[in-house]
């Protein structure tokens, strides 16, 4: 079984384009990653700073961490294809 993919989902409240994010990622992960994942949320509008730390300029903005790779990719996650690709094809 392969590791956990781990996904940072930067997001700006109730903004249709956040929302349209999390409800595109978690969808995405029950079609294709099972049990295989885990998703952390954090609303930038709650801690403000984080994005600073962070360095994330635009919401919604994923952070995939997959086997020690990280890779970045802004916009609502509609476009499953490139999902695919940077989870390394994990489909089931």
């Not at 509008?45 to 919604?60: E, Q, S």
């Amino acid at each position: 079984m392969s590791a956990p993919v781990h996904f940072r989902l930067y997001v700006a409240g109730t903004a249709p384009h956040s929302q349209r994010a999390a409800a595109n990622l978690r969808a995405f992960c029950a079609a294709h990653l099972g049990d295989r994942h885990e998703i952390e949320v954090i609303d930038l509008f709650g801690d403000p700073l984080r994005a600073l730390t962070d360095k994330v300029l635009l919401t919604p903005t994923l952070v995939v961490n997959n086997a020690g790779s990280i890779r970045r990719i802004v916009g609502d996650l509609s476009e499953t294809s490139m999902l695919l690709d940077f989870v390394g094809g994990g489909a089931t």
